[in-house]
């Protein structure tokens, strides 16, 4: 499965952003997350989705903040950034997890491919 992550850049504090993940062929029946890797530190789970998408999961330090959707007829998936905050500057990457996920998975190794990832830099 190929991903390619877009929508990535530079915003002041406070500012929004909205991450795309555009597969290269239908992904309905996979669960899909976005992780983030900060400089010097590892990866970590931000978001994700059940395979149906009926579920959603966000880590504390974003709950609130973000917003994660899928659009099954674009084979996209998006990340809805809000009230950034510097600490939010990362890499982000999206995931899919081929297996059946009823609830959202947060573990790096339970995800089979990875897109290339996209910079988000909160900065004034």
């Known amino acids: 499965v190929q991903l390619v992550e877009s929508g990535g850049g530079l915003v002041q504090p406070g500012g929004s952003l909205r991450l795309s993940c555009a597969a290269h062929?239908?992904?309905?029946?996979?669960?899909m997350g976005w992780f983030r890797q900060a400089p010097g530190k590892e990866r970590e789970f931000v978001a994700g989705l059940t395979t149906s998408g009926g579920s959603t999961s966000y880590a504390d330090s974003v709950k609130g903040r973000f917003t994660i959707t899928r659009d099954n007829a674009k084979n996209t998936l998006y990340l809805q950034m809000n009230s950034l905050l510097p600490e939010d500057t990362a890499i982000y990457y999206c995931?899919?997890?081929?297996?059946?996920?009823?609830?959202?998975?947060?573990?790096?190794?339970?995800?089979?491919?990875w897109g290339q990832g996209t910079q988000v830099t909160v900065s004034s």
């Open positions: 062929e239908p992904f309905s029946r996979y669960a």
């Open positions: 995931a899919v997890r081929v297996a059946y996920s009823n609830y959202v998975r947060n573990s790096r190794a339970e995800y089979n491919y």
